[in-house]
Structure formats: C-alpha cells, structure tokens
Nanobody, 123 residues
Framework: QVQLVESGGGWVQAGASLRLSCALS????????MAWFRRAPGKEREFVAA????????YYADSVKGRFTISRDNDKSTGFLQMNNLKPEDTAAYYC????????????????WGQGTQVTVSS
C-alpha cells in the first residue's frame, strides 16, 4: 500500500496557472501508474489525467487536453499536474491516485488515493 499526499492547490483567477504535486511513499514510485481526478461540488469524481510508470505514456480528459500536463519524477517519488489557462469550471477538489496496473483510467482501477487539494478558479 502506498500513501499519497497532494499539495499546490489554491485560489486563482481565470487564466492563471497552478502546479499540483503528489508525494508518494511506502513503495517505489516506479511500480505505479499515477493519475489525477477531480470532484466539483455536487458532481461525481471524474478522470483528469494519467501517466504510466515511467512517464512515457499519458492520457487526458478532453476538457483539459492542451491546458493540463501530467508528469512525474520517480527519483523524487512525486507526480505533478501543471494546470494552465484555468477556467472557473476547473474548480474542484483534485485527487492523486496510484495503481499497480496500466492502463488505469477509471476510479475502479485505483486502490490508493490522496486526501485531495482544493482548486478554486474565479471569473
């Protein structure tokens, strides 16, 4: 079992950028694919982006494609989500997740979750 801790959320205006981080501990980071999900108020948790164990393959939700970039640094056991040109509809709690499988793109594929970091984008 791995432990995940997110950081980097905050309040920003539309058009701004934020970089989320996810620190993984308990197991070698290279054993896991990683992903970001988000849950907006009153909505289900949804997939945002995923990255395979070595960072060579990435997937994005259509709503963030071209604006968000997922990456990882296995030496630092950390994953990242660079979010550019943020929009009010990106407002949500963002969750980091890890899986021993690949591809892993849905909630059910992930057994380890962080507690989330809030991102609020004002218009």
């Amino acid at each position: 079992q791995v432990q995940l801790v997110e950081s980097g959320g905050g309040w920003v205006q539309a058009g701004a950028s934020l970089r989320l981080s996810c620190a993984l501990s308990g197991q070698p980071a290279s054993d896991y694919s990683m992903a970001w999900f988000r849950r907006a108020p009153g909505k289900e948790r949804e997939f945002v982006a995923a990255i395979n164990w070595n960072g060579g393959i990435t997937y994005y939700a259509d709503s963030v494609k071209g604006r968000f970039t997922i990456s990882r640094d296995n030496d630092k056991s950390t994953g990242f989500l660079q979010m550019n040109n943020l929009k009010p509809e990106d407002t949500a709690a963002y969750y980091c997740a890890a899986s021993g499988e690949w591809p892993a793109l849905s909630n059910a594929d992930f057994g380890s979750w962080g507690q989330g970091t809030q991102v609020t984008v004002s218009s």
